[in-house]
T-cell receptor, first 110, second 111 residues
Framework: KNEVEQSPQNLTAQEGEFITINCSYS?????LHWLQQHPGGGIVSLFM???GKKKHGRLIATINIQEKHSSLHITASHPRDSAVYIC????????????FGTGTLLAVQP | DAMVIQNPRYQVTQFGKPVTLSCSQT?????MYWYQQKSSQAPKLLFH???????NEADTPDNFQSRRPNTSFCFLDIRSPGLGDTAMYLC??????????FGPGTRLTVT
């Protein structure tokens, strides 16, 4: 079983729809990260959170530490939001390396 | 703008021919990471530098080495690339254990 599970794996939405991507993890973490990767491109960090909720523009990320669950929401989705969204966790310590989920491929159609 | 830069963006090399990928940053971050991402897979950490301290992941092949001559630059050397080393190589930086900032990646093809 992967340490980090995401759902859904693939998601198609119409422009303007509200989108939710879910992430669950198996053990206690130092922080949870939401990342965006366009096809063939580099990775952009969207959020790093360890509790509560963060908002940036049309993106909202929440985390429930007790339930070991996080969600990424996109309001008023747009075709330029089409990308792979990756949930990753870090455990702190000397490395603070990221353990990545399998990603959610989002396609927003006009 | 402060950023993480990787060169080249695309590299084709022959089986067994050494190759070097570079990463530079203007963020003045003290931690630099190298990740390997194979097609349709999640990125996997190869190694990282915390200041001048080099930290190798246990399962990183000996074929992969790294140099960090100063705070701004970090290099990934692949001594004898195999076909299985075809991948996207991502450099990331962070201030201590805070959020990681990624470069655009170098897509390496070994023929």
């Amino acid at each position: 079983k992967n340490e980090v599970e995401q759902s859904p794996q693939n998601l198609t939405a119409q422009e303007g729809e509200f989108i939710t991507i879910n992430c669950s993890y198996s053990v206690g973490i130092s922080a949870l990260h939401w990342l965006q990767q366009h096809p063939g491109g580099g990775i952009v960090s969207l959020f790093m959170l360890s509790s509560g909720k963060k908002k940036h523009g049309r993106l909202i990320a929440t985390i429930n530490i007790q339930e070991k669950h996080s969600s990424l929401h996109i309001t008023a989705s747009h075709p330029r939001d089409s990308a792979v969204y990756i949930c990753a966790v870090s455990y702190g310590g000397a490395t603070n390396k990221l353990i990545f989920g399998t990603g959610t491929l989002l396609a927003v159609q006009p | 703008d402060a950023m993480v830069i990787q060169n080249p963006r695309y590299q084709v090399t022959q089986f067994g021919k050494p190759v070097t990928l570079s990463c530079s940053q203007t963020l003045n971050h003290n931690v630099m990471y190298w990740y390997q991402q194979k097609s349709s897979q999640a990125p996997k950490l190869l190694f990282h530098y915390y200041d001048k301290d080099f930290n190798n992941e246990a399962d990183t092949p000996d074929n992969f080495q790294s140099r960090r001559p100063n705070t701004s630059f970090c290099f990934l050397d692949i001594r004898s690339p195999g076909l299985g080393d075809t991948a996207m190589y991502l450099c990331a930086t962070s201030r201590n254990r805070a959020e990681q900032y990624f470069g655009p990646g170098t897509r390496l093809t070994v023929t």
